[in-house]
């Protein structure tokens, strides 16, 4: 230990660091007594941990009590000047680990970009004493010898790599006796800022004259005469000049401005710049309300201050988003900053323009598709106040807000909303109320189909509940039609097995009146599974206990689940029949239908497969909003909330397979799909249509759906939650094991069911194998925990849970197994 540190008793101060790491707590360092002035909560320090790492961890807690388990390890080094988490946010990462049973590090990873993480490692770099000695090495440490030689530089790891864990400690003493190498700790910062160079004139040229008789010398270098009436043009224009500006304007090369430089005409200066440059127009817009959105808009006002949540349901295409937009206003014009959720990345594409003509550059948007320096960058923005209201899925609730006046989930019933993988488990949703609660903030609520359990909650009085049911300008909602696709018969022998005779029609007759289509199936690639018609027998992955799927664009078998690719199979393994057949259908199915049935329509398709870059949704939705595609094909992502004022059909064409999922809250989810979708149809005429394929027409979803009546909907569902005692009447907890061996993970099941079985106030289901038992050869068990609706149940069973996890998981051979625990999932 430093002597610094050592005997340090008196007035010795101690810091509880989170590292990235899955650890169950915090562990404490030392503060060495020159770092005490400096040191806060929230900035990041560096720390080892072991003999070889070096990590960046949150200083999360000062205090004075020495621990009295482990010998306590010096803090190295501050690295920030200011804290770059504030205290707020140290409380919700708490508050995130407490209730989605999460340790300090796993939040630490989901919160902080990636570039804000540092990771080091002890390296070893080639360094001889002597350059006149030949070396004799054992045969042991030749190989490093001769690896450090050449790349002068390794990592422990990449020592421990070449010679082995046996050999690490001989191989190491060899090389630092032979005085070869020198060893280095440091962190490596992987956020570099973004430069652009900038061109301005030398000084002495600052007055006319000098300026005159530059051009005159230069008279007879054309080239680089042409150079500086380009950028005297661009000084003019510009306050900065940059040089790829220059470049352009001139047509000249950077060697011929860097000749200028050279002659002392130039400077050339690095300057940061910024990531995060939007083209958009700010326009300074005054907000209209129709007769039914002021009326929504004082109930939400008045809502709001009786209390701090208030759910706004408002039927698709009633203009909530102007709602928001005052909201928002009248937030920032109080001086705080608003925070406006989305469930998906592809929603912020289309809002983004909306909101930028209000707000211009007060306006961030964050998400994952976002560099890591750029989202560093943005970071930055939010936590020195630049940024007055941000836009962005979940992910957005991490950031640095200093003080939050508002925030909006909009779409608040999207599943999306609810991380799965990796922990912590949250919900983005409840998790803000939360958050707003910190800041002493309020929170809004939107959506045209609400989630059962915030209807429940706004009708038992603990949200404000404001209603929207009219569209704007009183636009009509769309008439809705059911087809059986029972009529498809028809069409068979004519190939076409998809499009019914009613919906070929209306998708004719809406493109003559050079309106848009939109049709929707929840299920990508061509077909959703192959079967051989002798035996029934069916490609499986071998990876996962799942059918592959055939996509046509890459001619192969996909895995959904692990990623893998097979040829496709015309003859089967199983009778050696060649009778193989395409099974249900996909969106890249319909798709080459509807090219084969309408080739002069524009197609396009929304799906995973289609929006993996940058850029696709975005390009995608400029063309949908110009006119330029004629019908659009999508699974679930065309359904969240967009905007099309072109469009005046909407098509689903298998609501029986949307009924059919083996989960308590299908009628839920079935409802919302077809009602959202549904939305689509007519904003801006009031000519929409919507038509419905199905086999069971009678089923009562439908029926609510074609009534677009979400009260009768949730009357009859709530009834049966809480006759089966499922949300919003109970807590649910699902723990999942996973392992390579099915014994093993069944084993941990059931011992983790057995612990639980004695706890009062619960009732413990499973084990029972996962709905798709074995994913990447992971066998997959489940056991599910109702839980009655009092936090002290829920805790107590939380950390029995963890208990009892760590117990297993801590046992010889169980390093392996994967424990997983998910509150409130969805």
């Known amino acids: ?63 004075n009590d020495k621990p009295e388990a482990y010998e306590v390890k010096p803090i190295k080094n501050i690295i920030d000047e200011q804290p770059i988490v504030n205290d707020i946010q140290l409380r919700f990462w708490q508050w995130v680990g407490n209730y989605y049973a999460a340790v300090p590090g796993e939040v630490m990873q989901s919160a902080l970009p990636s570039h804000l993480k540092l990771i080091g490692e002890t390296t070893l770099k080639w360094a001889p004493v002597h350059d006149d000695v030949v070396y004799e090495w054992s045969n042991e440490a030749y190989p490093a010898a001769e690896a450090l030689e050449m790349r002068k530089e390794l990592s422990i790891s990449d020592l421990r790599g070449l010679v082995g864990s046996r050999h690490l400690t001989s191989v190491l003493n060899e090389l630092l006796e032979k005085e070869v190498v ?56 510009n306050k900065i000049v940059r040089q790829y500006d220059l470049l352009e304007r001139s047509s000249a090369t950077a060697a011929q401005i860097k000749s200028l430089a050279d002659k002392g005409i130039f400077k050339i200066e690095e300057r940061d710049t910024d990531r995060l440059q939007y083209t958009g127009e700010v326009v300074n817009k005054e907000i209209d309300f129709t007769p039914a959105q002021q009326q929504s808009y004082h109930e939400l006002t008045a809502g709001l201050e009786e209390k701090n ?111 799965k993988d990796p922990a912590p488990r949250f919900h983005a949703r409840d998790a803000a109320i939360y958050l707003a609660s910190l800041h002493n903030a ?57 499009i019914t005779p009613d919906l070929f029609k209306a998708i004719a007759e809406t493109l003559e009146k050079k309106k848009q289509i939109i049709l929707f199936q ?23 206990s799942v059918s592959l799927t055939y996509h046509k664009s890459t001619d192969k078998l996909h895995c959904h689940y692990c990623g893998q690719k097979s040829a496709i199979i015309n003859m089967c393994p199983s009778c050696g029949g060649n009778r193989i057949q395409s099974k249900s259908f996909g969106t890249e199915k319909i798709e080459e239908e509807i090219q084969t049935l309408f080739p002069k329509a524009r197609t396009a398709r929304m799906d995973i497969d289609t929006m ?17 595609i004629d019908i659009l094909i999508g699974t679930q992502m065309v359904v969240k909330g967009l905007d099309f004022a072109g469009v005046s059909l909407v098509g689903i064409l298998s609501a029986d397979s949307l ?104 009732a413990v289901q499973g084990p029972v194998p996962a709905l798709v038992p074995r994913i990447r050869n992971q066998y997959i068990q489940e056991v599910w925990v109702k839980c009655q609706r009092d936090n002290r149940v829920l805790d107590t069973v939380k950390q029995q849970i963890i208990a009892e996890k760590r117990n297993i998981i801590g046992e010889r051979g169980n390093n392996a197994l994967q424990i997983l625990i998910d509150i409130d999932p969805q």
């Open 1 to 63: 230990m430093p002597l610094l540190f050592a005997g340090q008793q008196e007035g010795m101060r101690f810091a509880d660091i989170i590292l990235p790491l899955n650890l169950p707590q915090a562990l404490t360092y030392g503060i060495p007594h020159d770092m005490q002035p400096l040191l806060q909560t929230g900035m990041r320090v560096e720390v080892s941990l072991g003999r070889n790492k070096l990590y960046a961890g949150i200083v999360a807690r000062i205090h």
């Open 182 to 237: 020198q060893i280095h700790d440091e962190l490596e910062p992987t956020y570099k800022p973004k430069t652009e160079r900038v061109i301005s004139l030398a000084s002495q040229y600052n007055n006319e004259e000098a300026m005159h008789q530059l051009f005159n010398e230069l008279s007879r270098a054309p080239k680089q005469l042409d150079v500086l009436m380009a950028y005297t043009e661009l000084s003019i224009k």
């Open 309 to 419: 949540v208030a759910l706004l349901q408002g039927v698709t295409g009633s203009g909530k988003t102007l709602i928001y937009i005052h909201k928002i206003k009248e937030c920032i014009s109080q001086g705080k900053q608003a925070l406006f959720l989305l469930p998906e990345i592809g929603l912020t594409t289309q809002l983004v323009s909306r909101l930028y003509a209000y707000f211009g550059e007060e306006l961030g948007v964050y998400h994952s598709r976002f560099s890591n320096n750029e989202r560093v960058e943005i970071w930055e923005k939010v936590r020195l106040g630049k940024y007055k209201i941000v836009i962005g899925p979940r992910s957005a609730l991490w950031l640095p807000y200093h003080q939050l006046g508002l925030i909006i989930a909009d779409e608040e019933h999207d599943g999306s909303y609810k991380q």
């Open 442 to 498: 309020k929170t809004i609520l939107g959506s045209a189909t609400p989630s059962v359990e915030s209807l429940y909650n706004a009708k038992q009085g603990k949200y404000s509940y404001i209603k929207l049911m009219e569209r704007y300008m009183g636009v009509k909602m769309p008439s809705i039609e059911m087809i059986n696709a029972a009529t498809l018969e028809q069409f068979r022998q004519q190939g076409i097995k998809l």
């Open 522 to 544: 929840n299920r990508r690639g061509y077909a959703p599974f192959q079967l051989c018609t002798m035996c029934g027998w069916v490609p499986q992955c071998k990876n996962c």
């Open 612 to 628: 993996r870059g940058k850029q696709s949704m975005q390009q995608l939705l400029d063309e949908v909003e110009k006119r330029k």
């Open 659 to 762: 009924l059919s999922y083996p989960d308590f809250r299908v009628n839920e989810r079935a409802f919302q799909l077809m009602e959202q979708v549904s939305g689509r149809a007519g904003r801006t005429d009031g000519a929409g249509k919507v038509m419905i394929q199905g086999y069971n027409l009678t089923h009562p979803v439908l029926q609510w759906v074609q009534q677009h009546d979400v009260e009768a909907f949730y009357e009859q569902e709530i009834k049966y939650r809480e006759y089966f005692a499922y949300p919003p009447f109970a807590r649910l907890i699902k723990i999942t094991f996973k392992h390579k061996e099915e014994p093993k993970a069944i084993e941990a099941a059931i011992r983790m069911a057995q612990v639980l079985a004695t706890t009062n106030g619960i």
